[in-house]
């Protein structure tokens, strides 16, 4: 009979639902972030980090979703084992730009 390791995972304190997606945002000063991951469950997940921990996420994500964007959120004290695959593609493409006064226009230039 094995013995259990002494390195068992937290006890999820809270749970988070919502959208992963694939950013593009254009600021009013000029730069744009090309394919940035963002999405409610992460600028959530974000700000509840910063205080209390541990956070689990719960969202679907097509098989064009970066590994290594998941990798990153996990690396940094996330669970993303509620975080599922689906093995088709999925558009989770979002744009947004800013001009001058802080208005957004969220139309894409390019479908």
Known sequence: MKSKSNTSKPV???LLSGKLTRSTVATSDGRVFIDQP???VLFAAGGLGLWDSPVGLLS???NDYPEDWLE???S???DIE???RLPDD???R???AYDADGNVNKMAPVS
Do not use: P
């Open 72 to 74: 990153r959120i996990s």
């Open 76 to 78: 940094r004290g996330f």
């Open 38 to 40: 963002a999405g409610s």
């Open 60 to 62: 679907t994500v097509g």
């Open 94 to 96: 979002h744009f947004a």
């Open 82 to 84: 509620g975080i599922r």
């Open 12 to 14: 999820i304190r809270y």
């Open 90 to 92: 999925i558009d989770q």
